[in-house]
């Protein structure tokens, strides 16, 4: 299965925005990329998905690189209930969510 | 809806006894996976159901874990003889798979293990 690669860890201010980037360079052309968060002490959420073009919805927006080997997570404006770790996941054909260690941001008030 | 639905919410027992934990999906829901979430693994899927149906359970670490859905609306995952290395968050999660690229899954709140 393909797999992402993300940071450990980022750190945002209150207010701006946040870009979460997501390396995936063996992605294969029917992967679907999806973004989930998990709160502290919670499950994990649905952020968003997308396959090729950039997506906007109303918690975030997507931006998938050309050659899709790379996509970011961007939240426009960071909020305090914003801080989880953030899973970058490529779905393939099979029906497994493969989780990786995720990227936990900090929103500095 | 109330969302998938996990009991009991933190569960404390000692080494050999049998623990049995419970899933409720969402209404409608075909598909139930079951993930365990451990400082050192992250994140894991165990097993998951179709249609009430196993289809995949190469995540189950060993024998003592089973899992079965009985109805749509029902699963659980067992663990005899549980061990401390079982002590970790269990998550049970849902979705609907209107295509199979794009669906959704639903996570439950979880149920806090600890075996002592």
């Known amino acids: 299965d393909a797999k992402t690669t993300q940071p450990n860890s980022m750190e945002s201010n209150e207010e701006e925005p946040v870009h979460l980037p997501c390396n995936h360079s063996t992605i294969s052309g029917t992967d679907y990329i999806h973004w989930y968060r998990q709160l502290p002490s919670q499950g994990p959420e649905y952020v968003i998905h997308g396959l090729t073009s950039n997506v906007n919805n109303r918690m975030a927006s997507l931006a998938i690189a050309e050659d899709r080997k790379s996509s970011t997570l961007i939240l426009h404006r960071a909020t305090l209930r914003d801080a989880a770790v953030y899973y970058c996941?490529?779905?393939?054909?099979?029906?497994?969510?493969?989780f990786g260690t995720g990227t936990s941001l900090t929103v500095i008030p | 809806d109330a969302g998938v639905i996990q009991s009991p919410r933190h569960e404390v027992t000692e080494m050999g006894q049998e623990v049995t934990l419970r899933c409720k999906p969402i209404s409608g829901h075909d598909y139930l996976f079951w993930y365990r979430q451990t400082m050192m693994r992250g994140l894991e899927l165990l097993i998951y159901f179709n249609n009430n149906v196993p289809i995949d359970d190469s995540g189950m670490p060993e024998d003592r874990f089973s899992a079965k859905m009985p109805n749509a609306s029902f699963s659980t995952l067992k663990i005899q003889p549980s061990e401390p290395r079982d002590s970790a968050v269990y998550f049970c999660?849902?979705?609907?798979?209107?295509?199979?690229?794009?669906?959704?899954?639903?996570f439950g709140p979880g149920t806090r293990l600890t075996v002592l």
């Open positions: 996941i490529l779905r393939n054909t099979g029906n497994q969510f493969y």
């Open positions: 999660a849902s979705s609907l798979v209107r295509t199979r690229l794009t669906d959704t899954q639903y």
